[in-house]
């Protein structure tokens, strides 16, 4: 069966990717960090691309979480930098619909202003880029109760915190790919990974490619989701 027909069969429409290991891929090869930064930027548009091209509906990439802005400087800096540069070619990326999930526009007014727009140029395209910057799963989470309570809400269900998430529209992740050899979930997601399949990569990012995300997609296709019920026999 071709990739394409195993992402149809498998009911998988989003996929999201914990992108770590660009420090360390660095390292290896005794070049600065920030250098890491820069192939693992190349990586990430070669798997968007891969990904909409099988036929995954949603991706959602962590990029910048709000633990990161406690890094040196001129790393914060150079991540930055990486982000500007790829929203400038970013709205030739046809069909996609670019999403910033977090709270960029507190990292700086230029980053505020330049997702805004990106986000209101493409909104409408049949794919969805979630990108995850200055985000935080808790924070979140904490932004939709204040939300509803603003809305004058005193009880609330579920749904309604679904509804105010960042992700609101997309379905929750079906299954979550992390690089970098580390098993945690660094605040990615808290609420909507309930029922996420996980796949982790020894791999650093900058070197993860089309044939890794092939590997995580056969994976999943194996698996046997039950949402706490049985198997259908
Ligand atoms: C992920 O790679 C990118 C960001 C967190 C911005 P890291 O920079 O965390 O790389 P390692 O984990 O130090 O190797
Ligand atoms: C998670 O990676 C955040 C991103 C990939 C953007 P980190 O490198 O920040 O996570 P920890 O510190 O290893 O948990
Ligand atoms: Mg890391």
């Known amino acids: 069966m071709s990739i394409t027909e195993i992402v149809e069969k498998s009911g998988l429409k989003h996929i999201a990717f914990i992108m770590d290991g660009n420090g360390r ?10 250098a890491g930064h820069k192939k693992g930027a190349e990586t990430f548009k070669q798997i968007v691309r891969y990904c909409k091209k099988i036929g995954i ?19 914060v800096e150079a991540i930055f930098s990486l982000l500007l540069a790829y929203i400038e070619e970013a709205s030739d990326e046809k069909d ?3 999403r910033f999930i977090g709270e960029p526009a507190q ?38 109760v204040n939300e509803l309570l603003r809305d004058g809400r005193e009880s609330i269900t579920e749904d309604d915190i679904s509804s105010k998430l960042y992700t609101k ?21 808290l609420w909507q990974c309930a029922y ?13 490619s089309a044939s890794d995300v092939d ?9 046997s989701r039950r949402w706490g019920g049985l198997d259908k026999k």
């Open 25 to 34: 891929w660095a390292r290896e090869r005794s070049l600065p960090r920030e």
């Open 57 to 75: 509906d949603c991706c959602t990439v962590y990029a910048f979480s709000t633990e990161n802005i406690k890094r040196p400087r001129h790393e």
């Open 96 to 98: 996609i619909e670019f």
């Open 107 to 144: 990292l700086t007014e230029n980053i505020g202003r330049k997702t805004k727009a990106l986000e209101d140029e493409t909104r409408g395209r049949p794919y969805r880029l979630n990108i995850a910057l200055n985000y935080g799963g808790r924070a979140e989470i904490v932004n939709a």
């Open 169 to 189: 529209g997309c379905p929750d992740p079906d299954l979550i790919v992390r690089t970098g050899n580390e098993t945690r979930v660094s605040n990615f997601l």
């Open 196 to 208: 996420s399949e996980f796949y982790f990569s020894e791999k650093m990012w900058p070197d993860f």
């Open 215 to 223: 590997l995580a997609v056969r994976d999943f296709a194996g698996r």
